[in-house]
């Protein structure tokens, strides 16, 4: 009886424990069904918030082009290689360190500094052979990835220009920085995995990629071979005068667009590793200067549109010394009684400031502030300077006197050029660009009054036959232009010997096709704007004029 009892009783735990087990399995399915089928979206995306990310902007980043097609900037296939520590092995590392150009001890301590983490860099930038050199060693933990690298075909003459972009092809500095997202909205993201910290692992899959439409493309105003021999003329320019940099713009004065933009001392985007930071900079936007004689022009639009002077006016400069106030204005030498023309053509600064004390000082602030000085052209580069004008009303005789030949306030390069194609523009200003078709070419706004304007160019084609701008000109062709020589400041007061030479003007005088602004900082050989700006001027405006296929005039 006991016997049977017991047994009875075994049965029956048994069967209990089927029920609980049985009951179980169905929670467990019905659970998985949940999951599977009611909450699978959601929990997909859970995880792939936590172990998944998108490395931004790390492929197909849009080409930068120049006017006619050129490439200007464009991103090429790399390899990236990397570790995980803790499955990468002694063994074979020298011959992966060969390979991929690193010292043995440094890819050693990479990986030992690795902290635990399952993902280290251990080279990026390589070439797809090399990456191919690495997959043949087959090496545990050690992977490969392909990323891009931008590329400038012609490096360091559209360096300040275009500046650069980071290892995820996010722009840094110049045109890169100024239209990343523009670059970079059409691209493809690659997808990568992350470990709980976010630290990447590895890469997924190519379901797990997102891919877009095909890249972007930026069309720049740049003509390339006129950005090639501008940066050429600039570069030997400030090698012959010794000086510290320089800036030239070339500018269509119709359209506003900028054909050239080049600065120096140069850096290689390509190269940046090599060069210092504070080449990086394009002065001729950043860089604001007390800019001399070249102003005189506008001065002398601005008196003839208020009526103060007339082109056939004259001027009696004496023995070439004006006193104002406690003050003195000089020339170079006396010129006596001269013409407008005069003035301009041998660059008195005595017959200026006669002009200039004649002219109500709004009127003159009204004008230079409508050429565009005083505020920022918005070309949308970093560091972009607005200059500086006087705020402080009304101006003393001696601010207005200093004013006429280019102190007591900042431009920028670029300012200085969109001001003389104002000139060139019959009057009006079309405002900068560095993108096509950009512009309604029928938006100009008036400054100066049409026929100012010619006479003006007309004057200005005397500084080059017979004034100070003689080595600016260019045979088969009329042509405008100032020349421009200031003492910097420094320290509080001007600095003798530290200057800053310029020369801007335009061709065909009749209908200018193209301005060009050169701009020498701290010339120490020689420092007259004539001698070390008008040349690079000229060069640059020959091949300009030749490129847009402008016929000769002269």
Do not use: C
């Amino acid at each position: 009886m006991q016997s049977s009892a017991n047994a009875q009783l075994f049965r029956d735990r048994t069967r209990i424990m089927g029920v609980v087990a049985a009951a179980m399995v169905v929670m467990l399915v019905a659970r998985a069904a949940q999951l599977q089928l009611l909450r699978h979206q959601e929990l997909q995306a859970q995880a792939g918030g936590r172990y998944e990310r998108l490395e931004p902007g790390r492929s197909q980043r849009g080409v930068i082009v120049a006017r006619d097609g050129e490439v200007l900037a464009r991103s090429v296939p790399v390899v990236a290689v990397w570790a995980d520590p803790k499955k990468a092995s002694g063994q074979g590392l020298e011959r992966l360190a060969a390979t991929i150009g690193l010292p043995p001890g440094l890819l050693r301590r990479k990986l030992q500094q690795a902290g635990g983490r399952h993902f280290v860099y251990l080279a990026r930038g390589l070439s797809l052979e090399a990456a191919q050199e690495v997959a043949a060693l087959h090496l545990p933990g050690i992977h490969t990835m392909e990323e891009e690298r931008r590329l400038y075909p012609l490096g360091p003459e559209v360096g300040h220009l275009l500046g650069f972009t980071d290892n995820f092809n996010r722009g840094l500095e110049g045109m890169e920085l100024a239209y990343n997202e523009g670059l970079n909205q059409d691209s493809r993201h690659m997808a990568y995995l992350a470990d709980g910290r976010g630290r990447p692992v590895g890469l997924a899959t190519d379901a797990q990629a997102e891919q877009g439409p095909a890249n972007s493309q930026l069309v720049t105003t740049i003509h390339w071979r006129l950005q090639h021999v501008a940066f050429e003329a600039l570069a030997q320019a400030v090698a012959q005068a010794g000086a510290q940099g320089g800036s030239l713009v070339a500018v269509e004065p119709r359209t506003g667009e900028i054909w050239a933009m080049v600065n120096q001392p140069a850096f290689d985007p390509n190269q940046r590793d090599q060069s210092h930071p504070d080449t990086y900079r394009n002065r001729a936007v950043t860089d604001a200067y007390e800019i001399g004689s070249v102003i005189k022009p506008l001065l002398v639009a601005a008196a003839l549109d208020a009526g103060v002077v007339t082109p056939t006016s004259m001027l009696d400069t004496g023995a070439g010394s004006l006193r104002v106030g406690n003050w003195w204005v000089r020339d170079i030498h006396p010129q006596g009684r001269i013409s407008l023309t005069r003035v301009l053509a041998v660059s008195s600064n005595v017959g200026a400031a006669m002009i200039s004390l004649q002219l109500d000082g709004r009127d003159f602030l009204r004008d230079l502030a409508a050429v565009g000085f005083g505020k920022r052209i918005d070309l949308g580069l970093p560091g972009e300077s607005a200059g500086g004008l006087p705020s402080r009303l009304p101006l003393s005789r001696i601010q207005r006197a200093t004013m006429s030949f280019g102190y007591g306030f900042t431009i920028t390069p670029v300012q200085l050029a969109q001001a003389y194609a104002v000139l060139a523009n019959d009057g009006r200003i079309q405002g900068l660009t560095l993108l096509r078709n950009r512009h309604n070419h029928n938006a100009a706004q008036a400054v100066f009054q049409p026929s100012t304007a010619r006479v003006v160019r007309a004057m200005l084609e005397h500084v080059i036959t017979e004034g100070t701008g003689r080595k600016a000109g260019i045979p088969g062709y009329r042509v405008a232009g100032k020349t421009g020589t200031a003492v910097k400041a420094g320290g509080g007061s001007y600095q003798r010997g530290s200057y800053l030479s310029s020369f801007v003007g335009m061709a065909p005088v009749e209908h200018p096709a193209l301005v060009v602004a050169v701009v020498i900082d701290e010339p120490r050989n020689l420092h007259y704007g004539g001698d070390v700006a008008a040349p690079a001027f000229a060069r640059v405006m020959a091949e300009g004029l030749a490129i847009m296929g402008v016929p000769p005039d002269g």
